[in-house]
């Protein structure tokens, strides 16, 4: 075993594949300290800036006093605390569906929902780009699995004439490392035409997209009700930590029935679920921040134009900056650090061969300057690695 994992590894070196972690010593925030240095902050998914919110900290510190710092137990044992309970039937009343579960993370409600839903007898058809809970949920389960080019209708078409007893559409709303968003009211429509379900993961969507932050699906002017399955997570634009799946009823009572990753797992702390239940009012009575998100993606976009910057076509947060050889896309990432700018470079396999990039993301909380810093950075960057 240990000759294996070693050889393993040293392959990975030797393609520039190898993964490291930063260690930080601030909050999560625009500006971070690591090794004693400061960085401007361009990879967090915490879009809204709610990672570091005075209200969300004082909320933490009241429910910690009340509720201790630990559920102690699964929800299906003594783990349930009225703070999970009321964040549940808020996320349901703001998305307008009969319920809402909360899990412990959206790997585990991803996992969850594709492993203890369907059986040989369904087909799960999903985007070729979806996150990795999607697909290792989708080859766990006893359902046979298709997957259909990124966003290509044709190409789901295809997959959608299968002739199996029932059929499941599944696609992240937004595309986790390209940005771009599903074409949701066309796959909405062939879902329809062939009597297949719909599941949407908005973990990148919801609290930033649509008018009043329902997420993707209200981006597209389209009903909540339109995705059978609803499922985001409350660490990215949220700031806190869990994820959730929304829809009816009987989706819901078969969760915490069937779903192992719910049922056999200590549930999130009662604080941090009143922090999201925080984060979700914050949402509700402060859309300048999804306004202040917005105006910060537009200010980066002009400037990237303005100097050529080989951007991936997105309109949300996610704006990654494509590079190709993975090799590069170290240096480039290494050579902004130098310059104080936090960007990661993303290799394969979490994206496609030849494909690395730096993946950018902007939050409310960025200043003009932080973004202004970062367009002059790269430049600079881009004429050394060339
Ligand atoms: C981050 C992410 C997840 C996983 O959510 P966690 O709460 O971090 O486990 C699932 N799907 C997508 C698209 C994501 O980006």
Do not use: C
């Not at 800036?49 to 910690?64: Q, R, T, Y």
């Not at 559920?71 to 999970?84: D, M, N, P």
């Not at 660490?235 to 192992?260: D, P, T």
């Not at 730096?358 to 881009?382: D, G, M, N, V």
């Amino acid at each position: 075993m240990w000759d294996k994992l070693e050889s393993r590894l040293k392959q990975r070196q030797a393609q520039d594949l190898m993964r490291q972690r930063l260690t930080l010593e601030s909050g999560q925030d625009t500006e971070v300290s690591i090794d004693s240095s400061h960085f401007i902050n361009f990879s967090s998914n915490d879009y809204l800036g709610l990672a570091n919110h005075p209200k969300l900290i004082e909320s933490m510190v009241a429910a910690s006093k009340q509720y201790g710092v630990g559920s102690g137990a699964s929800h299906l044992v003594v783990g349930h605390s009225k703070e999970h309970h009321l964040l549940e039937e808020e996320l349901a009343e703001f998305l307008g569906t009969e319920r809402a579960l909360l899990f412990s993370s959206g790997f585990m409600a991803n996992y969850g929902v594709l492993t203890s839903l369907f059986d040989k007898k369904d087909l799960l058809i999903q985007d070729k780009l979806n996150h990795a809970s999607l697909i290792d949920g989708g080859r766990a389960s006893e359902a046979k699995m298709l997957r259909y080019g990124h966003n290509d209708l044709d190409s789901l078409r295809r997959q959608l004439k299968h002739k199996v007893e029932s059929k499941i559409v599944v696609t992240d709303g937004v595309f986790s490392m390209d940005g771009d968003l599903a074409p949701l009211p066309e796959i909405v429509e062939l879902a329809k035409e062939s009597q297949s379900q719909l599941m949407v993961d908005d973990a990148h969507g919801f609290g930033v997209l649509g008018e009043s932050g329902r997420g993707s699906l209200e981006h597209f002017g389209l009903a909540q009700s339109q995705a059978d399955i609803y499922m985001a997570t409350l660490g990215k634009s949220m700031g806190g930590y869990g994820a959730f799946v929304a829809g009816n009823n009987s989706l819901i009572e078969s969760l915490i029935q069937f779903a192992r990753s719910y049922i056999y797992t200590t549930a999130i702390p009662p604080a941090v679920a009143a922090v999201n239940r925080a984060s979700l009012k914050l949402l509700q009575d402060d859309p300048e921040l999804r306004l202040k998100l917005q105006h910060n993606i537009r200010y980066f976009k002009q400037l990237a134009a303005d100097a050529d910057l080989p951007l991936m076509p997105s309109d949300t947060a996610i704006q990654p900056l494509l590079v190709g050889k993975n090799d590069t896309a170290v240096q480039l990432s290494q050579g902004l650090r130098q310059r104080g700018i936090l960007v990661v470079a993303i290799r394969p396999p979490t994206v496609p061969e030849n494909s690395a990039r730096l993946r950018i993301t902007l939050t409310a909380s960025h200043t003009k300057s932080h973004i202004e810093q970062l367009i002059e950075a790269i430049q600079a960057e881009i004429q050394v690695t060339q």
